[in-house]
């Protein structure tokens, strides 16, 4: 999507601000013995309160508000009542907050999507490292997130802190244009594929590198859409969505308290 409405770019910047702010608040919550359930709850009141609208809730039939994934989960988890979260584990948190505004009666919805990878409790140093890797190219994805560089730009700059550390990268899933039906395109590959699609202004897109201790390969669990290592090694994911401008772009989910570096 293309937002050139000054109106349609406020919706999707409220949008941003609501789901980091519930992001930061849900992160702030995990601790040994909670459950991803009781993290569910409270982004659902949190993005409801805020007035509006949990966009995972429902999408494809997805149950929940969060994807709540631990350790080997790369991404997708569902959260459950009997899922408590121990000392040394770390979760992966991905929330969208949808805004909408009606057009002819249609609704047309404009959403924050965004993610970060924490730890419970104490975590091992290999375990923080992968994290803060992880983190750093999802910075400096965003840095190469400019008006006239390449998809290839996006993925090449993440591929180079994957390849330096040694990490898999996950190939199946990435990132991807946000439009009024969630997921767009262009889909955006975390690794080099020889795109040459351009980043234009006031394109909004959502940048999410995920890096596995181990290797590559993922499946999909039995429940449909949990995805997790071919070899059960930790994995770690950070998503921002980004509005597109002629110079740096602006991150729209940027949480209150986060330092970008
Ligand atoms: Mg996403």
């Not at 408590?84 to 919805?109: C, R, Y």
């Amino acid at each position: 999507m293309i937002l050139t409405v000054d109106s349609d770019i406020e919706l999707i910047r409220k949008s941003g601000k609501l789901a980091g702010q519930v992001l930061e608040h849900i992160a702030s919550l995990v601790q040994p013995g909670i459950t991803t359930w009781e993290l569910d709850l409270a982004a659902e009141k949190a993005i409801r309160d805020g007035g509006a609208q949990p966009t995972f809730k429902g999408y494809r039939n997805f149950p929940c508000t969060i994807c709540a994934s631990v350790n080997e989960e790369v991404v997708h988890g569902i959260p459950n009542r009997s899922k408590t979260l121990k000392e040394g584990d770390v979760i992966s948190l991905d929330i969208g907050v949808t805004f909408s505004k009606k057009v002819d009666g249609k609704n047309f919805d404009f959403i924050g999507d965004t993610a970060l990878t924490v730890p419970v409790g104490q975590i091992s140093p290999r375990l923080e490292k992968l994290l803060a890797d992880t983190k750093a190219s999802l910075y400096a994805a965003i840095e190469a997130s400019r008006a006239g560089n390449t998809l290839d730009d996006i993925g090449g700059a993440i591929e180079d802190i994957a390849k330096r550390n040694d990490y898999g990268i996950v190939r199946d899933y990435g990132g991807h244009g946000i439009g009024p039906n969630y997921h767009e395109d262009p889909f955006i590959f975390n690794y080099r594929t020889g795109s040459k699609v351009k980043l234009k202004p006031g394109m909004v897109i959502a940048v999410e590198p995920m890096f596995n201790q181990g290797g590559d390969r993922v499946r999909t669990k039995s429940d449909g859409w949990t995805v997790v290592t071919q070899d059960y090694k930790p994995s770690a994911h950070f998503e921002h969505s980004l509005l597109i401008t002629e110079g740096r772009p602006e991150i729209l989910t940027k949480r209150p308290n986060e330092v970008i570096s």
